[in-house]
């Protein structure tokens, strides 16, 4: 299955906001859960959101909690990463990720090579 990956990143300035898309597989979106993370130059990859497969609700980390918002469009096969009021620590190449559900553990998997978010003035 073909699976396309994360577009919509960008240069902005503190305070702006950016959208970025994630498309996946019919498959992915319906069975397993999705989560966007990143990774900044020189630091480990850190996850940011988990949209359960199950009921569809989205947990957020305090990282980007009230700053950012999931939405996931099945009928687009696309989850969107909504960022707003974004700061020069949010700079990193994002990614989207699927795993078996949220809160548990198991291996997270990702397609797509990321794309770059760049906070600047």
């Known amino acids: 299955q073909v699976q396309l990956g994360e577009s919509g990143g960008g240069l902005v300035q503190p305070g702006g906001s950016l959208r970025l898309s994630c498309a996946a597989s019919?498959?992915?979106?319906?069975?397993?859960?999705i989560g966007w993370f990143r990774q900044a130059p020189g630091k480990a990859r850190e996850p940011l959101s988990c949209?359960?497969?199950?009921?569809?609700?989205?947990t957020y980390f305090d990282s980007v909690k009230g700053r950012f918002t999931v939405i996931k469009n099945n009928a687009e096969n696309t989850v969107y990463l909504q960022m707003n009021n974004l700061r020069f620590e949010d700079t990193a190449v994002y990614y989207c990720?699927?795993?078996?559900?949220?809160?548990?553990?198991?291996?997270?998997?990702?397609w797509g090579q990321g794309t770059q978010v760049t906070v600047s003035s």
């Open positions: 019919r498959d992915t979106l319906e069975n397993y859960a």
């Open positions: 990720g699927r795993t078996h559900e949220c809160g548990v553990p198991g291996p997270i998997e990702y």
């Open positions: 949209t359960s497969k199950s009921d569809g609700t989205t």
